[in-house]
């Protein structure tokens, strides 16, 4: 084995403190807290449009820093052992939502490289070439040949004709008008997301989303598949039996994949509150299943709700502030209590 660089060097002269700070922020034992990290897609390359999504290579740095930081545990094993007072320091779990193609293609091999695993948690009505809506939109928007889309019509807050001449301007129209759709019924929404897509008339891909051979690749792998509903809505805005059936059904059809129990869920969107209710978490445990996780940021601790587990991932771009960050965030949670 070649000696380390120089750069190597310094590198783990400084890996050391932070671990060190990590470790006494997130102790062993009784008093540990879980880190959750949260992640969507893992693009081949990187993205003109969005230009901050994680690509490979990204990612890849990301693991190679996780490795070094903390000990990564797969979600269930990690929540067991924190309810029995067992976590090791620094523990921390990876978690992905939504059910990406590129989780397979590209995430994986790169987990696997560092000898890392992750929960991946699936919505299901989109498995064998479904898209989800807000993908249709951003598709839409980047493949439409005019420089402008009439959308005054749709009667939408602050839209109307948007400009489309700059990435940087298709960009602010793709988030303006996902911001102004989400939260609607979802009849509505999916009418104004078809309205969206008929005036864009651009050619929308149908391979964005997992085929039912590589969720079973993933499990095969030994990663964790959880479910993430069927058709990723706002539990808040759907009545009890609605948001019943959207996590039973997904349940049910990833067992029937994978022969095997799925026994976690990650709440769409994921904001307590906002997006989930407090009878959603009542309604995830009579799913039958024994965790679920939201997009709150934190860490978890000892008798903590386990339906309701907070996620964080730093955005920064540079090594020191992204591990600083991961401790910004363990120092919060140490705050609660």
């Known amino acids: 084995m070649p000696a380390p660089s120089p750069r190597q060097r310094k590198r783990g002269l400084l890996d050391a403190p932070l671990r060190q700070v990590l470790s006494r922020l997130s102790p062993a034992g009784p008093g540990a807290r879980l880190s959750i990290a949260i992640f969507h897609r893992v693009l081949p390359a990187p993205d003109p449009l969005f230009p901050d999504e994680i690509d490979r290579v990204r990612f890849d740095e990301i693991c190679a820093w996780l490795s070094v930081w903390f000990n990564v545990m797969p979600l269930g094993d990690a929540v067991a052992r924190l309810q029995a007072g067992s976590l090791p320091d620094r523990a921390l779990a990876i978690t992905f939502d939504d059910g990406y193609a590129d989780n397979h293609d590209i995430a994986l091999p790169v987990l696997k490289s560092h000898g890392l695993t992750a929960t991946f948690f699936v919505a299901t009505g989109f498995v064998d070439g479904g898209r989800m809506w807000n993908d249709t939109v951003v598709e839409s928007l980047r493949g439409c040949k005019s420089p402008t889309l009439e959308l005054s019509d749709l009667r939408l807050p602050d839209i109307g004709v948007q400009v489309l001449d700059t990435p940087a301007q298709r960009r602010s129209a793709i988030t303006a008008l996902l911001g102004a759709i989400k939260y609607l019924p979802p009849q509505e929404r999916q009418a104004v997301v078809d309205t969206v897509a008929e005036r864009a008339q651009a050619p929308l891909p149908t391979t964005l989303m997992m085929t039912s051979a590589q969720v079973r690749a993933l499990a095969d792998a030994g990663m ?65 299943f024994q965790l679920a996780v939201s997009t709150a940021p934190g860490a978890a601790r000892a008798g903590d709700d386990i339906f309701q587990l907070p996620r964080f991932t730093p955005w920064d771009g540079s090594r020191w502030k992204y591990g600083a960050r991961m401790a910004q965030n363990l120092y919060r949670a140490a705050g609660r209590g």
């Open 224 to 288: 964790e598949i959880g479910a993430h509903t069927i058709t990723h809505p706002i539990l808040a805005c759907l009545d009890d039996e609605a948001a019943l059936r959207e996590m039973r059904t997904s349940r049910a059809t990833l067992e029937s994949l994978l022969d095997r129990p799925v026994l976690s869920f990650a709440y769409p969107n994921g904001r307590p509150g906002r997006d989930y209710l407090p009878r959603d978490v009542a309604l995830a445990r009579q799913a039958g």
